[in-house]
């Protein structure tokens, strides 16, 4: 039997990094990817001749600087090309652009609100300011605050002291936005509905929220996160794709001395008196390691992978109370051209950045009544990037890649996912993006329509939720996956948890992948 | 794009050396020559047409007009007759400055408000429950600033208003050429000056008009090159340059009061409540932190750091706007934030913040200053603003 010191489960970005830094620390690393492509939600694939598409995640921007850094990623092929602009179409026919330059961005706030453009200055302060607040929080890993073990309480009473130093002001804020919806939040700054509605979008993406529901305000939060400290300081598209991201993390590990081996799926871990001994391929054969580390989510990681019943009751209970309930679909368009939308007909610089679907508060939150309600929404909201804009290597010459996020699409649906029900909604979406750009039909070559049953399907996330679980104030920091065990570990010596769904979580960040890994370095032993 | 100046049709084929620069989301012009120092010339010799559109500008109306921006500046506006102007800065809650700008009384009242950074929330929110109506006529207004010791002589020749009574930070609703203009005597050189406010789709005829009968006076259009140099040399605050804005700054350290940028001379001690009161009289009692002061760097200190790389004294004709620490005993006592070679002056000049007691005329300190890569440091002696102050500028 081949033998490792530690195993990796799962070749997304975050089982990746936590195998670049173990090998990095001297251990004989092995990866297994079930998938015959690297990267989980990070891929990219040629799903189309000649078309590449970002199949999942479709921007970067909250990745961790510090795993930049220590991988020397840029070395092993991380190129982040510029995302800088988002255009919302109103139902008025106008539009509300955010132009990478902060001048042109003031004067189209003030066609349609001067007061918000002056908002907006302190509004991005403010934000700048909290994230700063809960920066420090996503390096660390969480404390226990139920616990009385020293580390426990030295990590609790540096966290104290943390906040205490962010006075009084900028404490009060940090509560309001930890409680708050984004919309209420945003009704405190500004008042064009739109520029809400568009900044409130980022509040609810993967959540099953809406932008009036209590705590996605925080997930505003997790997204301006990238702004002051991501990748590069704003949200980007990786050359070649999100899989490229993967194939660099990939690079990365094996110039340290990993293994990476993909169409390889692992049916279970191997446990002997409480302790993981390796893991059993859905072949039969057998890989022995003494430390195993699964980057899948929470679920998979306890209900399938060991035996539920080697497991404490409390920890079982708990992720089976764990929400995943996908709340996302994604839309992968081949297209004969460039589509044109009637706010900004013809091409322009609008098309090299996002355009949102999210005309106004009310738009989205009834797009999230349809989904309360167990259905897609009728007119969801959209996040439409087209990377060939920008990466001219994602589709043949004068073609183009058209990447829509949708929101919301149940996993839920009300009698479950079928074909037509899959098609319907690809409908739905093109329908919806027809009514702001009426040529998008006729320039379709290929469609790739994608719900939560098929992200589920594919990359093996449960229920479809992009971030292993919802990342909801319930379920972050010391509560991620589940409390007691929100520190890498598992209840099985040498089996860990590094995926999404531990603390930080969510996005293509790669804090979960690193600190499990220094926290396995840190037990030492092999 | 950047949006540009009702004058833009006129000086946009003036900028022969394509020197744009940005000002509050606007296309303007750094010189209109390669260098600035004919335009510099103008200023201090003849009469420079400088474009200050850019300005943000807003009419306030109403019977409680006066009160607004008298709970909101730091100077007594109450005692503003109509036909003045005040320069003033405004504080937040804890007296610390969020911008500055002029203040003109039109008629009883309506006022019109100058300032650096967009501020109609700012004002709104100190409007709430009061009777007045706040209008932005930043871009419906136009301005340009003739400066220079025969600026008057300049508009004697196209506008009927008497402008040897009209007194410094006085101003007067009249014609020129036809054209309605308001003037006030004004300006941000330290010289005879005015400034003129139009409509904007008549600005490029009042250009006209100034440029023609500034012709024989040698008047020249001048860009913010040359402003900046006269400025410096009148010891004149600039934001986002000398302080920060308190609704910008990232952290305490980054803000101002108004005693520590050298107007503490604007704050009222006896008028009613406003915007950083009660900041501003603990301020007052206890002494100021920070002074802003002048500094005239020493001429011999200067040149030996030069000449020891067989270099003369390298003078710029654009001023600089980077941070430079001062020292006082070995130790960092502050920190100069702009500085220039005045040609007038014939001196080296900085505008320095300098932390208690190190701030008192007559210190010497020393400078910053990089010669071939490496940081030296220069003496200076620190001077009472402004480094120029000639008397045609109020006579």
Redesign the interface.
Known sequence: MKRYDTIVIGGGHNGLIAAAYLARGGRKTLVLERRPVLGGAAVTEEVFPGFKYSVFSYVVSLLRPEIIRDLELPRHGLQILPLESTVTPLENGDYLAAWADP??T??ELCRHS??D???A??FG?LM??MAMAVKPILGMVPPDPASLAPSDLRSLLRLGGHFRSLGATRFHALHKLMTMSSADYLDEWFDFDPLKATKSASGIIGTFLGPRSPGSAYVLLHHYMGEIDGAFRAWGFQKGGTGAISDSIANAARSFGADVRTGVGVERVLVRDGRATGVALSTGEEIAASVVVSGLDPRRTFMQLVEPKELPGGLVEGVGRYKFRGSSGKVNLALDGLPSFTCMPGEGPHLRGAVSISPSLEYLERAYDDAKYGEFSRQPYMDIVIPSMIDPGMAPPGKHVMSIFVQYAPYHLNGGWTDSKREAFGDTVVKTLARHAPNIESLILHRQVLTPADIERITGLSEGNIFQGELALHQLFFMRPVPRWAKYRTPIRGYWQCGAGTHPGGGIMGGSGRLAALEILKEGGR | MLKTSPFHPRTAPLVRAQTWRRWSGYQMASAYDPHPDREYAAIRNAAALIDVSPLYKYRITGPDAARLLDRMVTRDVTRCRVGQVFYTPWCDAAGKVIDDGTISRLDEGTFRLTSAESSLRWLRMNAVGMHVAIEDVSESTGAVSLQGPLARLVLQQVSPADFGALKYFRLVQTTLREIPVTISRTGYTGDLGYEIWVDAPRAVDLWDALIEAGKPFGIAPAGVWALDIARIEAGLVMLDVDYHSAHRAMIEEQKSSPYEINLGWTVSADKGPFNGRRALAAERARGPAWAFVGLEVEWDSLERLFTAHHLPPHLSSIAWRTSAPIFRGGLQVGYASSGCWSPLLKKSLALAHLRAPHFVAGTWVTIEITVEHQRLQADAIVRKLPFFDPERKRA
């Open positions: 001048d042109e003031r004067r001067p007061h453009a002056d908002a200055v302190l302060r700048h300011h």
